[in-house]
């Protein structure tokens, strides 16, 4: 069974900068594409960003182009997100998802295995 864990998150003004990782244990991270996902209060889950196994293909929500960027360690079992530029709009629960084909459609129905959150707040 693939294990998640986010970290990472935090307080941060606008303009600022974090930068997200997903851990993983229990099965090695890379035969799958990760993807990264965020829920903000009353909201739904919306897809940020994916990334294949070998890290070769990636594809960004049109929100967050040119501000995040997504990379793996696969040695270090580990996806992360940098996220700069941050906006008040960002702030959400940031989660981590792995499924084992790649999609460049965020669409967190496809993926199967989930993190428990990391909270990202974007306040002035």
């Known amino acids: 069974q693939l294990q998640l864990v986010e970290s990472g998150g935090g307080l941060v003004q606008p303009g600022g900068s974090l930068r997200l990782s997903c851990a993983a244990s229990?099965?090695?991270?890379?035969?799958?594409?990760v993807g990264w996902f965020r829920q903000a209060p009353g909201k739904e889950r919306e897809g940020v960003s994916c990334?294949?196994?070998?890290?070769?293909?990636?594809n960004y929500a049109d929100s967050v182009k040119g501000r995040f960027t997504i990379s793996r360690d696969n040695a270090k079992n580990t996806v992360y997100l940098q996220m700069n530029s941050l906006k008040p709009e960002d702030t959400a629960v940031y989660y981590c998802?792995?499924?084992?084909?790649?999609?460049?459609?965020?669409?967190?129905?496809?993926?199967?295995?989930w993190g428990q959150g990391t909270q990202v707040t974007v306040f002035s």
């Open positions: 998802g792995a499924q084992y084909y790649y999609s460049e459609e965020l669409n967190p129905g496809e993926y199967d295995y």
């Open positions: 229990g099965l090695t991270l890379r035969y799958y594409a």
């Open positions: 990334i294949s196994s070998s890290g070769a293909s990636t």
